[in-house]
């Protein structure tokens, strides 16, 4: 690999063009259900590498699954105007962080036999509890990634996966719980919160209006969708943002705390540079209520003429462009406080709301009455509102966990269920 990396690097110095590399190889073991049966085991490996090249405020790109140098000559034939990707190029620094807690050899020893045994283990916690299985799935893998440009950057890094899922149906209601974390993790865990909402009396139907918290997992898929695009710089420029022109001011409830942090131990998402190089770090987007900066690749950065915030996100078959590491809301007060709630574990839907308005309706699932410690199961119903409306008045509560992205508490809102 550094004898092609070095053939690619010379090909583009020999020409007059600046370079930059991205490799990345993943290697994967996963085991999948259908329904109670053990469906397949697949095992997969994966190479890409990505060059981009710069020249005359014109950059060229070409990605290729081969370990061949005609990728650069590939990327040097399609040339396209961009004059603030010329200075795209970061130059090597004397130290990045180095967040622990992303890499666990003993991923690379589990075989297919070890996963096969997990599944069995959420399997069986359903069966006893006389659940029929839908599906369920476990999967361990490990990414390497290597990023190299002209400037004589060259970081490589190392990331492990480990992820678990189980689906059930008892009595026409469906519940399911999923996980990734960077090492092994129990199970059972995750076979139990199923069986938990699926052992709940018979769901009412009722519509509901007042305190309603969105734990981790249903939050993560609504604010992918509502939220986070809004902090992306590039939609910020093309005004396709509601953020825009808004720094300094109060956009939220003082309570609303959001970090961007790609330098934390046991993160999904932290790595020592974003994936063109520059150092990951901390940036604190909203702080008390208030906007304070927005996510910058390189490009965006030179567009606003500031730095990069460290969020350039690629692949080896893609240009960098803005993308969160991890996306933190800070908790704030504490779930025992409160005596009435509707909590809500899944959300169905999310994908249909609006990125730019951040406007939402969404199907309910998985979701029950807290009232004096009694819990009431309540049917299918919709949840709508505007996500920024929403954060004005939103309390972020305890117990922290990480669902993709975002690493966050249950979120306190106060809003309206309507059922069918």
Do not use: W
Not at 285 to 307: F, H, M, P, Q
């Amino acid at each position: 690999m550094d004898y092609l990396i070095d053939k690619i690097l010379k090909i583009g110095e020999k020409n007059n063009f600046e370079v930059d590399i991205y490799i990345e190889k993943t290697d994967g073991i996963s085991a999948d259900l259908d329904g109670d049966s053990l469906d397949c085991v697949d095992i997969s490996k994966d190479f890409g590498i990505g060059v981009r090249v710069i020249k005359d405020k014109k950059v060229g790109f070409a990605f290729s699954s081969q370990e061949n140098e005609k990728v650069i000559y590939k990327a040097m034939e399609n040339l396209v105007f961009d004059s603030y990707t010329t200075l795209a190029q970061p130059e090597p620094k004397s130290k990045y962080p180095n967040p622990k807690g992303t890499y666990y050899k003993e991923i690379l020893d589990l075989d297919e036999n070890q996963l096969i045994e997990d599944l069995r283990a959420m399997k069986n916690i359903l069966e006893e509890n006389n659940i029929t299985i839908t599906g369920g799935g476990i999967g361990s893998s490990m990414a390497q990634t290597r990023i190299i440009n002209s400037n004589g950057v060259d970081i490589e890094e190392k990331y492990t996966q480990y992820s678990a899922s189980i689906s059930g149906i008892n009595e026409n209601e469906t519940a399911y719980d999923y996980l990734t974390k960077n090492n092994r993790f129990s199970v059972e865990e995750l076979a139990n919160n199923t069986v938990e909402l699926l052992k709940l009396p018979k769901s009412t139907i009722q519509n509901y209006e007042g305190n309603i918290i969105l734990n981790p997992r249903a939050l993560n898929s609504l604010l992918g969708y509502t939220l986070k695009p809004s902090f992306n710089a590039e939609s910020v420029q093309r005004n396709r943002s509601v953020l825009a022109g808004k720094l300094g001011e109060e956009i939220f409830g003082e309570n609303i705390n959001i970090i961007d942090d790609g330098t934390i131990d046991n993160a999904l998402y932290s790595s020592k540079a974003d994936d063109e190089g520059t150092p990951t770090k901390r940036t604190v987007l909203v702080e008390n209520g208030v906007l304070k900066s927005y996510l910058y690749d390189i490009k965006r950065a030179n567009i606003d003429n500031t730095e990069s915030t460290g969020n350039g996100s690629r692949g080896s078959s893609s240009l960098p462009s803005v993308g969160s590491s991890n996306f933190i809301i800070e908790p704030v007060d504490k779930i025992e406080n409160y005596n009435e709630y509707l909590i809500i574990n899944t959300l169905i839907g999310c994908h249909t709301s609006n990125p730019i308005t951040g406007d939402f309706s969404v199907e309910i699932s998985n979701s029950y009455i807290v009232k004096d410690g009694e819990k009431i199961p309540l049917k299918k119903g919709m949840l709508s509102g505007n996500i920024f409306e929403t954060f004005k008045t939103a309390t972020p509560l305890d117990k922290v966990e990480q669902r993709g992205s975002l690493i966050a508490p249950p979120l306190l809102i106060n809003g309206k269920i309507i059922v069918n």
